[in-house]
């Protein structure tokens, strides 16, 4: 792309409170730009906005102010329907969704139709090689033939995330994939992300989480909310840090990032 993947400029969100009969705002003034290949955390407590940031930019819902640019287009004024094809959105509830006989290989074969149900004759030749060097991709090959439903939560997320890049987006949103996961299961999951970002190197990505700990090693960059507003964005290098963070989190934070790559954080409480 010569564009970039996202462009924000002055973006706030509010939704109207019908007790109060007033507009509650739910983020405040963002610019943000994400780049081609960039692989950004959006981080801050329960409550900063995060999700709520991401329905705007996974061209869900609209900004109540401020100019939008996802993948080159402006929301309301393109193709919606269009646009989201272009766009990767994993949400965790998104699992709920599928019939009880379909397998992990079905369930990341319907990204190749955006459907939830199944429809093979519908899935050509290379789609499903694409589906079969992302069960590799997300170390779900040994567990292709297993039901869905009996899948961990792990396992899940990563067959959503799979399922997601099969029509190959631009743009990748993963709405706190490391939720609820075991030790097993995010390590697994991290290591898959860190092998996407290796074989896409032009995929943007964006990935909501409270904890470091969550974070891929590809991890580039990051934005900080806390209120709605922004409280740091730049390189992770930068942001990462413990002043930012402490900041975010209204806490006493202290990072440390190991040599593998991975960050670490704790509260210091006196």
Do not use: Y
């Amino acid at each position: 792309m010569s564009h970039p993947a996202l462009t924000l400029e002055g973006v706030s969100i509010w939704r109207w409170h019908d007790e109060t009969a007033s507009r509650v705002p739910i983020v405040d003034a963002i610019d943000w730009t994400v780049r081609p290949g960039e692989s950004w955390a959006l981080l801050g407590p329960n409550g900063a906005g995060k999700t709520t940031l991401l329905t705007v930019v996974g061209a869900v819902e609209f900004a109540s102010r401020g100019t939008v640019s996802i993948l080159g287009e402006a929301p309301g004024r393109t193709d919606m329907a269009r646009l989201r094809e272009r766009i990767g959105f994993v949400d965790a509830r998104l699992g709920s969704r599928f019939g009880g006989s379909l397998t992990v290989a079905d369930v990341v074969s319907t990204g190749a139709t955006g459907t939830i149900g199944w429809f093979p004759a519908r899935v050509d030749a290379g789609a499903r090689a694409r589906c079969g060097q992302l069960l590799g991709t997300f170390a779900l090959e040994a567990i292709a033939g297993r039901l869905f439903r009996h899948c961990s939560h792990g396992e899940r997320t990563r067959a959503l995330i799979a399922r997601a890049l099969v029509p190959r987006p631009q743009l990748l949103l993963l709405d706190e994939p490391g939720g609820g996961l075991d030790l097993p299961g995010r390590e697994t999951l991290l290591a898959a992300l860190k092998t996407l970002a290796e074989e896409e190197r032009e995929l943007a990505t964006i990935l909501t989480t409270h904890h470091l700990e969550e974070l891929p090693v590809s991890t580039t960059h990051a934005l900080l909310l806390r209120r709605g507003a922004a409280v740091a964005v730049g390189r992770a290098d930068e942001v990462l840090t413990d002043g930012p963070l402490s900041e975010c989190f209204a806490l006493d934070v202290r990072v440390r990032r190991e040599e593998t790559g991975r960050w670490h954080a704790i509260a210091c409480f006196i």
